[in-house]
């Protein structure tokens, strides 16, 4: 027989991750709510024709092929995992737009799936947990991605830097270094600068085609530092040249305006919004501003990423619909939160009382009891087994129950339970109401 096993990149969630990881999904959905985002859901499938040339080459070559889902060869077209919720939502806007307000703002928290090689925050199955803003190109969308950033993160007490740049500025600063057939392969470049170091990206620009003298006029931009406003002086003195870069300067000024104007405090150094010329996003359909999130405690990648896209739905037959979205990797923020501990107590959701019962008689108080203290939202456990006492009991500690209701003899006579602090040992007689008043006080 064989060992059971499962793929590698994937995990197992038992009740205590499951409860936290409904704590992430919980506190970013409560966010997304506040601004008014509305949930939809799609299929864990797609039609590769759908997927495939949407991620650019890197991504394409992550994505997951369903060999058989059932019929017949060449009967049904070829069709994958979704990489990611931003493909299959703008597919989802095509064929319910007759459905839809615009600009129609959503959220979606799914798996995703990428045929990746596993390692420490990369996984092959993992949750994303997106919003988006379609059907309109105002700069405000922007900067309110940059207050639900700020205000998940402050709920969830991670300290954390968002990154943003602009793909406009990126299409500049190709054209300013005499390469701007190259934007491509600059920004699969250098998307991997924190991963493999400025001299390994400096030999996959040349490989990509690069003259010397064009890497060379871009070293100067990938050291670039200062406060956001020198950064910007700089790229616009180096891309006047370019209408395109000029207009990526100009955007990125109107969201760090927005985003002052709207905030009621400046960035601390628990939050922090910075613009980093380096950052470029590998995905080939973002066109304006670009994010990046990254934690400041914790050695790890990327924990939220999006941009703005101006015409993703085009290539389904809906062309000029913009949109930007932002999203989170619950399952990066997991590691991030256990790494620092900062996940709440488990109180709140494990189970509160405990009841065991010491016969048949005993058991069906236990269970009717047990029934009119759920009915008033109690989490109750009814031991369902006749056993020794020192078993039930055994139970509740293993489960960190913190109370656990005792029926006897003695209690059925004097319509009581002996109620047991798990804890401390200490043990007192309760009637049913004053076992409802204590468990609720103790919640």
């Known amino acids: 027989m064989n060992k059971p096993s ?22 970013i959905q409560s966010v997304f709510r506040l601004y008014g985002f509305q949930q939809i859901e799609t299929p864990a499938m797609e039609q590769m024709s759908t997927l495939m040339g949407k991620y650019g080459e890197e991504g394409d070559k992550l994505l997951f092929r369903i060999q058989n889902s059932g019929e017949k060869a060449g009967e049904m077209p070829e069709k994958g995992l979704r990489y990611d919720l931003t493909v299959p939502f703008a597919r989802y806007i095509v064929m319910h737009r007759q459905e839809l307000t615009f600009p129609f703002k959503r959220f979606q928290i799914q798996p995703v799936w990428r045929a990746d090689r596993p390692q420490k925050g990369r996984y092959r199955e993992f949750y994303q947990c997106d919003a988006d803003v379609i059907g309109t190109q105002s700069l405000v969308s922007e900067s309110e991605l940059i207050e639900i950033v700020k205000e998940v993160y402050r709920r969830l007490g991670l300290r954390v830097v968002m990154k943003i740049n602009n793909r ?23 998307d991997k600068l924190d991963k493999t170091g400025l001299e390994k990206v400096n030999e996959e620009l040349m490989e990509r085609g690069l003259s010397a003298e064009s890497v ?84 790890i990648g990327s924990i939220t990423g999006g941009g703005r896209y101006d015409n993703l739905t085009g290539i389904f037959g809906l062309p000029d619909v913009s949109g930007v979205g932002i999203s989170f990797g619950a399952d990066r923020i997991y590691d991030c939160l256990s790494t620092l501990d900062l996940f709440p107590s488990e109180s709140a959701v494990q189970t509160q009382l405990l009841f065991a019962a010491m016969g048949e008689d005993e058991m069906r108080r236990a269970l009717s009891w047990a029934n009119k203290l759920r009915n008033a939202g109690n989490r109750v456990e009814v031991y369902p087994d006749l056993a020794k006492m020192k078993k039930q009991l055994g139970y509740a500690d293993a489960n960190h129950i913190p109370y656990a209701a005792i029926i006897g003899s003695d209690e059925m006579t004097s319509q009581t339970v002996t109620l047991k602090n798990m804890v401390t040992g200490e043990q007192r007689a309760m009637s049913y109401d004053e076992l409802a008043t204590f468990i609720k006080k103790n919640e």
Request: hydrophobic content about 35%; cysteine-free; aromatic content about 8%.
């Open 6 to 27: 499962i793929p590698k990149g994937t995990r197992d969630f038992g009740h205590e991750e499951t409860s936290r990881r409904n704590y992430i999904f919980n506190t």
């Open 168 to 190: 406009k500025i990126l299409a500049g600063i190709a054209e300013y270094i005499g390469a701007p057939d190259k934007m491509t392969d600059i920004t699969v470049a250098i």
């Open 216 to 299: 060379a006029r871009l070293q100067p931009i990938l050291a670039l530092s200062g406060t956001n406003e020198e950064k910007l002086q700089t790229i616009e003195n180096l891309t006047r040249e370019s209408e395109t870069g000029k207009k990526g300067v100009e955007e990125i000024r109107t969201v760090f305006g927005l985003y002052n104007t709207t905030t009621r405090e400046a960035d601390n150094d628990s939050f922090s919004v910075e613009l980093d010329l380096t950052l470029a996003r590998g995905l080939n359909y973002y066109t304006g501003a670009i994010f990046e999130v990254k934690a400041k405690d914790v050695q």
